[in-house]
């Protein structure tokens, strides 16, 4: 029996940061050992909005670089740029004619992105879930690991599944399943616990990068946000008692994620404990684990060509799978093949 195959694909911009590769490419790693998986930075979706050329060129370097530091396998699974396999835009163009525009619509991303200049924005970022659906189900892939938080952006790849396969009368694509990551996929700012650690937040003191060093890690979490108490002594019982202290819940988070120990672990540990001594033991653990990957990564930004060769494999191996999907939906569609 065939492994179940994953897709799964990160923007270059910005750098990638411990929110990152605790929620999302840690489990991608994981994946690995069971699943047929296809990695891919996104930087068709990077250019729905403006993107200088060469931040683009590096940025792309920079997160296949994360990429295989942290853990992807460029023999085990495919890493490779969007852009260098065209059946992802050429899918696309054929699911902008299956989905609706009702659906582009409802999306809240571009309305995210757009906010009160809708006008001005791209196509490309209004039609941006086409072609998010193309990178998926032109690899037929069943599976697509995402957060909770994300589960909503899946929908509309089942839809124009669905509506491929109803408007053409065949059961062609299938109805890919999220794969939902467990606790460690809420990685709150260092400034702010209430919001979501982001590349895209102005303060750099927000995040931790995978390209920080270990002084640059240990400043971060010795200015990172707490409240006067000492750190609690038990898990949050509620929402709300978490909304109560954030920033403390988040640090102890993290711990419990990088140690993969349990919060209720984390609390016997620590519980009662001023958080000067808690960041301390937060900073030997972050440095621990994310110092050879930093170094790796670091390595590999100073060889691009070795990061080039690897991601045009990929492709290789991209088109491999993807063109015979492609000639089979131009035939269902009746365009005649190239």
């Excluded at 920079?62 to 992807?72: C, H, M, T």
């Excluded at 852009?83 to 699911?95: D, Q």
Aim: glycine share 6%.
């Amino acid at each position: 029996m065939s492994k179940p195959r994953v897709f799964s694909g990160v923007q270059p911009t910005g750098n990638l940061h411990l929110g990152n590769y605790l929620g999302a490419i840690r489990n991608w790693v994981k994946l690995q050992a069971d699943h047929e998986c296809l990695y891919c930075v996104v930087d068709l979706h990077a250019i729905t909005v403006w993107q200088e050329p060469a931040d683009l060129t590096r940025s792309t370097r920079e997160v296949a670089a994360s990429l295989i530091a942290a853990g992807i396998d460029p023999a085990g699974a495919i890493l490779f740029n969007q852009s260098k396999v065209a059946a992802h835009a050429e899918l696309a163009w054929i699911f902008n004619c299956v989905a609706r525009v009702g659906w582009m619509n409802r999306m809240t991303q571009f309305k995210e992105k757009a906010g009160k200049h809708r006008e001005n924005a791209s196509l490309g970022l209004y039609a941006y879930p086409a072609l998010m659906a193309a990178d998926i189900l032109v690899y037929k892939a069943t599976h697509v690991p995402v957060g909770e938080d994300q589960k909503q952006h899946l929908e509309l790849t089942r839809d124009v599944a669905q509506k491929f396969n109803s408007d053409y009368g065949v059961d062609y694509f299938p109805l890919t399943e999220p794969l939902i990551y467990g606790a460690a996929t809420r990685v709150m700012s260092l400034r702010d616990g209430s919001k979501k650690m982001s590349k895209s937040d102005p303060s750099d003191m927000s995040r931790i990068n995978l390209i920080d060093d270990a002084d640059t890690i240990a400043g971060k979490i010795r200015k990172a946000r707490t409240d006067p108490e000492p750190v609690p002594v038990a898990p949050p019982a509620s929402e709300d008692e978490r909304a109560a202290r954030p920033e403390a819940y988040n640090l102890m988070g993290i711990y419990a994620a990088l140690t993969d120990k349990s919060l209720a672990e984390v609390a016997d540990e620590f519980g009662g404990a001023p958080f000067s001594a808690f960041k301390g033991a937060l900073t030997d653990v972050a440095v621990a684990v994310m110092g050879p990957i930093t170094a790796e990564m670091r390595r590999l930004m100073d060889h691009p060509d070795e990061i080039d060769a690897i991601l045009h494999q990929g492709a290789e191996d991209a088109r491999e799978i993807a063109a015979p999907i492609l000639r089979e939906v131009y035939d269902i569609v009746g365009l005649l093949r190239p």
